[in-house]
């Protein structure tokens, strides 16, 4: 079964909104993170943001936010203020278990391509 | 301190030879983990490598091995190529501190292409 769904092949949005992307995942694991990298054309992950499961607060990083719902098993990744270098591919991924567990194994989805238009 | 490396960027290879990818992590970094990433399959986990012991492992076939050295560099090999091994290989280094647990730093990648 998949385990982090991205339903948004592709995305468009104008230069200086905001754009949501969104994520779904599966898990039985009460512990584990959420992440959002954004891949350019070079190829290069860049890590966004973070939330851990037990975290209270939806995760802030600059323009970025993540919306964490885990009751629906989401974590939604909100972009403010859209520039022209945000075009790239975002991918949402997932990581089960704490220190004790798979640290080095990330699921990954299948990343959504935004499109910034100006 | 300087980011993720990894060597080659891009390699051309034959049906049926083997190559050897390169990975050097960040400074004090000593988890290497090693992820293929193709249009069709997308982002799959190969294998992750803690002080120089294989920690964790994807499902991939015997064809791929990887190691660690005592310096946390790694290297991943791939025996008798085939030609749906043409993809981004991308190596991430993590250490087991920090604000974010486990966050893995990627390098930019070797692009194999295998004809």
């Known amino acids: 079964a998949q385990k982090i769904t991205q339903t948004q092949p592709g995305m468009f949005v104008q230069e200086k909104e905001a754009v949501t992307l969104d994520c779904t995942y599966d898990?039985?694991?009460?512990?584990?993170?959420l992440f959002w990298y954004k891949q350019p054309s070079s190829g290069e992950m860049i890590f966004l943001i973070y939330q851990g499961s037990y975290d209270q607060q939806n995760a802030t990083e600059g323009r970025y936010s993540l919306n964490f719902q885990k009751a629906r098993k989401s974590a939604n990744l909100v972009i403010s203020a859209s520039q022209l270098g945000d075009s790239a591919m975002y991918f949402c991924?997932?990581?089960?278990?704490?220190?004790?567990?798979?640290?080095?194994?990330?699921?990954f989805g299948k990343g959504t391509k935004l499109s910034v238009k100006p | 301190k300087a980011g993720v490396t990894q060597t080659p960027r891009y390699l051309i290879k034959t049906r049926g030879q083997q190559v050897t990818l390169s990975c050097s992590p960040i400074s004090g970094h000593r988890s290497v983990s090693w992820y293929q990433q193709t249009p069709g399959q997308g982002l799959q986990f190969l294998f992750e490598y803690f002080s120089e012991t294989q920690r964790n492992k994807g499902n991939f076939p015997g064809r791929f091995s990887g190691r660690q050295f005592s310096n946390s560099r790694s290297e991943m090999n791939v025996s008798t190529l085939e030609l749906g091994d043409s993809a981004l290989y991308l190596c991430?280094?993590?250490?087991?501190?920090?604000?974010?647990?486990?966050?893995?730093?990627f390098g930019p990648g070797t692009r194999l292409t295998v004809t």
């Open positions: 991430a280094s993590s250490e087991v501190t920090g604000k974010v647990p486990y966050e893995q730093y």
């Open positions: 898990t039985s694991d009460p512990s584990y993170g």
């Open positions: 991924a997932m990581r089960e278990g704490n220190y004790g567990g798979s640290q080095g194994n990330l699921i």
